[in-house]
């Protein structure tokens, strides 16, 4: 065998088992989300996990998903009022605001933002519970970790997200309003007025679903890191890293899935 | 008589580290059995595989009998409910108070309400010297003595019938540790409990053990009754009960 075909099947070879331990670990997390969700059928429920997550996830986002949006939309509507400028559209400001906001950056941003925050706390959380035994410490006490830890999480990040994304929102067309009305002079009554003409019910919609899905992203990546790091300190930093890393990914990738296949119609 | 725990011929390798290779080992009811045997041999691995917190590549392992190779989990649940554990470094939970830790058990395994439970949780932590002010306390806030017999408290608290000690009195001074190895066989023989117990502590041994088992490089070397173990005619055991430096057990240890 010559020195060309060796390097050709080494190619395939590492490309083959690229492929076969890309396909496994899909395989891991999804196994990990279906045994988090069966979780929600059997008691008990941790109730007092969920909302201790909730308050963690949601209240203590607040701030820079409010200022995340603040800015994009004060920023957006200058950008539209130039751009639009180069064609005399200057009295689209409003709507294109609105729509940009609530069907795309609210969520997106506002998604990334928590994932930033969420996923990489939790998996260092998460992992830090497993380097240090406590997970072990849990199972041996007839704890289900899954179901005392991650379910929870899950729970709280899709009921949190979809109302983190409203306020992301409404601030998001407030930063546009205040523009519109202190710099380019629109009229604040009439810029609400045609905000409210723009805005159609499934701009929400795709709004709220996209946020439940994101938060369903960062809890599952944050806690799927974490409870399979591994190798002390080290290994947690590599897990937060990935769980932030991954969840970005994979908002971004739900995002272009959920805009062009399940609103992609929506008129 | 069936023996409480029975492994046979357990095998665990993680990556080309063969760690347990081929460990038997019995621990009857209401014994209590002690392993030594030299840093990184295995010893905690042995005790999680009876947990079922790792699962050994081959052999089998039995508790009352029951084989617990290819359990599913609510069966694990069952059997780990006889079960305590101190583990090594504590594992205490940092995120809750102290007693809540020594009362997860009652609260969380079988839905015991808070109030009773913090009262178990006091007398099982006055039962290894700490005071009931420490009760309101963070785990980070505690000694790492004081965190191991918070450890022990927890292993104990819901009084199961076997208890794995993981070290129970590495890092606590000679009379807390006595205390200790009081507490384990009060444990044996006043509760009935069957104990199992890693240390490296020759005098925790000579107090607490009926048995010991010697593991050494994946195997169990030697095992018998207590009293042997000063004239157990096995060089391993002479070598580890007397500390030297000198023996068949080669240290890794790279001499300059
Ligand atoms: N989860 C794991 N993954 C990989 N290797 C492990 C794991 N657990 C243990 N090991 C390895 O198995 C070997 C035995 O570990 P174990 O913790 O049982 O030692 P030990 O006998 O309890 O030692 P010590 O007295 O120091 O506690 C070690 O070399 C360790 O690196
Ligand atoms: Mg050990």
Redesign the pocket.
């Given at each position: 065998m010559n020195v060309a075909t060796r390097t050709d099947m080494t190619f395939f070879i590492i490309i083959g088992q690229w492929t076969l331990a890309a396909l496994a670990s899909i395989g891991r997390l999804a196994r990990f989300a279906g045994k988090a969700l069966a979780s929600l059928v059997m008691p008990p429920l941790y109730i007092v996990r969920i909302l201790e997550q909730m308050l963690s996830i949601g209240y203590f986002s607040l701030p820079v998903v409010g200022l995340t949006a603040l800015f994009t939309g004060a920023a957006l509507a200058q950008q539209i009022y130039v751009g639009g400028a180069r064609f005399n559209a200057e009295g689209v400001v409003a709507g294109v605001v609105v729509i940009a906001i609530v069907r795309e950056l609210g969520p997106v941003l506002g998604g990334l933002m928590v994932a930033g925050r969420v996923s990489s706390s939790m998996a260092a959380e998460l992992g830090t519970m497993k380097v240090t035994e406590q997970i072990d410490a849990l199972t041996t006490l007839q704890v289900d970790p899954v179901k005392y830890l991650v379910t929870p999480r899950l729970i709280a990040a899709v009921i949190v997200m979809p109302l983190l994304t409203l306020v992301a929102n409404v601030i998001g067309v407030l930063g546009g309003y205040i523009i519109a009305t202190e710099r380019l002079g629109f009229n604040g009554g009439n810029y609400l007025k045609v905000t409210m003409q723009f805005l159609k019910a499934s701009d929400v919609q795709s709004s709220m679903v996209k946020a439940a899905v994101f938060g369903f992203i960062i809890a599952l990546m944050g806690c799927y890191n974490g409870i399979n790091s591994?190798g002390g300190a080290a290994g947690v930093g590599k897990a937060t890293t990935n769980a932030v890393v991954s969840a970005f990914i994979l908002i971004l990738l739900a995002n272009l899935i959920i805009t062009v296949v399940v609103f992609g119609g929506a008129k | 008589m069936t023996p409480k725990i029975d492994m046979q011929d357990v095998r665990?390798a993680?990556?080309t580290?063969q760690?347990l290779d081929g460990v038997n080992l019995t621990v009857a009811a209401g014994e209590s059995l002690v392993i030594i045997?030299?840093?990184?041999?295995?010893?905690?691995?042995?005790?999680?595989c009876i947990l079922g917190l790792?699962k050994p590549d081959s052999g089998e392992v039995k508790v009352d009998g029951e084989s617990l190779i290819g359990l599913n989990e609510a069966g694990f649940r069952r059997v780990r409910k006889n079960f305590g554990m101190l583990f090594?470094g504590g594992a205490l939970f940092d995120s809750l108070p102290v007693w809540r830790n020594v009362a997860f058990g009652l609260m969380q395994g079988q839905g015991m309400a808070a109030k009773p439970a913090r009262e178990i949780a006091i007398e099982n932590l006055q039962r290894v010297g700490l005071s009931p002010d420490v009760a309101d306390l963070k785990p980070s806030e505690l000694s790492g003595g004081m965190q191991k017999r918070v450890g022990l408290a927890r292993a104990i608290a819901a009084r199961p019938q076997v208890i794995f000690f993981?070290?129970p009195t590495t890092g606590l001074d000679p009379i807390m540790a006595d205390v200790i190895n009081e507490l384990i066989s009060f444990q044996v023989k006043d509760l009935g409990c069957t104990a199992v117990t890693?240390t490296?502590d020759m005098s925790s041994v000579r107090k607490i053990a009926d048995r010991v088992a010697m593991?050494y490089r994946g195997k169990i070397v030697w095992n018998g009754p207590r009293a042997d173990i000063d004239h157990s005619g096995n060089a391993y055991v002479e070598q580890f009960v007397k500390g030297l430096a000198e023996g068949p057990i080669q240290m890794d240890v790279r001499r300059g």
């Open positions: 591994a | 665990k993680f990556g580290k760690v045997g030299g840093s990184g041999t295995g010893k905690s691995v042995t005790i999680k790792i090594q993981d070290e890693i490296h593991l």
